[in-house]
């Protein structure tokens, strides 16, 4: 059964780790460019993209029998590199939330 989906929040996308919708400004996106499988922190590079939750849970879900649920997102894109994009979005994932980037993608400048 599907989760209901808020109508105000914007564009909603599936975590390729859990399958739960949720807005995509709160997920994080795994890129394949022609430079190969990477993690996208501002969500801007152009090619075949994969959302997933900033959740160590999600993140070990995805890599999980053979890496496939991010392989078919990334429509074949191989292993490795995505095994080393979900290993870089995990660090930074573990990381303390002070080192951590924004996830939003506003280019608009905070008001300060």
Same mark, same amino acid.
């Given at each position: 059964?599907?989760?209901?989906?808020?109508?105000?929040?914007?564009p909603?996308?599936?975590?390729?780790?859990?399958?739960?919708?949720?807005?995509?400004?709160?997920?994080?996106?795994?890129?394949?460019?022609? $430079? /190969?499988? !990477?993690?996208?922190?501002?969500? *801007?590079?152009?090619? &075949? =993209? @994969?959302?997933?939750?900033?959740?160590?849970?999600?993140?070990?879900? $995805? /890599?999980? !029998?053979?890496?496939?649920?991010? *392989?078919?997102?990334l &429509? =074949? @894109?191989?292993?490795?590199?995505?095994?080393?994009?979900?290993?870089?979005?995990?660090?930074?994932v573990?990381?303390?939330t002070?080192?951590?980037? &924004?996830?939003?993608?506003?280019?608009?400048?905070?008001?300060?």
């Amino acid at each position: 059964m599907r989760e209901p989906r808020p109508t105000d929040v914007g564009p909603v996308r599936t975590c390729v780790g859990c399958r739960r919708t949720r807005p995509r400004d709160e997920l994080a996106r795994l890129a394949r460019t022609p $430079a /190969g499988v !990477r993690y996208d922190r501002r969500r *801007r590079a152009s090619g &075949r =993209g @994969a959302n997933i939750c900033p959740e160590l849970s999600c993140i070990e879900a $995805a /890599g999980q !029998r053979g890496a496939g649920p991010v *392989r078919r997102a990334l &429509r =074949g @894109a191989p292993e490795t590199e995505i095994r080393a994009a979900l290993d870089e979005l995990r660090c930074e994932v573990a990381a303390p939330t002070t080192t951590r980037p &924004r996830v939003t993608g506003s280019n608009t400048p905070s008001a300060g």
